[in-house]
């Protein structure tokens, strides 16, 4: 069992940067393939980015692909998601998810969500 907790969240303006992380408590992080969803009010959550268990893989939505950058640092326990060239329609509650199955966090169906971190982009 993996417990993710999210940061950096916060409020930018449109065309600004921030950086989100996410700590996986346990000692078999590196087994994980991770991702990050978001959820705007009054829609349903959407995939943002993935990458594999050992980072050499990524995915991306192409509404931020080019924008947006994931990465990890097993040896942190982390994964990043570097958010840059912000727009107001990014604003939404960030999520991180783990499974051991990478297709399984792309289609949503992680078994390991964090709580969330607010971005807001205002124009």
């Known amino acids: 069992q993996v417990q993710l907790g999210e940061s950096g969240g916060g409020l930018v303006q449109a065309g600004g940067s921030l950086r989100l992380s996410c700590v996986a408590s346990?000692?078999?992080?590196?087994?994980?393939?991770m991702g990050w969803f978001r959820q705007a009010p009054g829609k349903e959550r959407e995939f943002v980015a993935a990458?594999?268990?050992?980072?050499?893989?990524?995915w991306y939505a192409d509404s931020v692909k080019g924008r947006f950058t994931i990465s990890r640092d097993n040896a942190k326990n982390t994964v990043y998601l570097q958010m840059n060239s912000l727009k107001p329609e990014d604003t939404a509650a960030y999520f991180c998810?783990?499974?051991?199955?990478?297709?399984?966090?792309?289609?949503?169906?992680?078994?390991?969500w964090g709580q969330g971190t607010q971005v807001t982009v205002s124009s």
């Open positions: 990458i594999n268990q050992s980072g050499g893989y990524t």
């Open positions: 346990g000692r078999t992080f590196s087994t994980y393939a």
């Open positions: 998810a783990a499974d051991f199955a990478t297709t399984r966090v792309t289609r949503g169906e992680s078994a390991y």
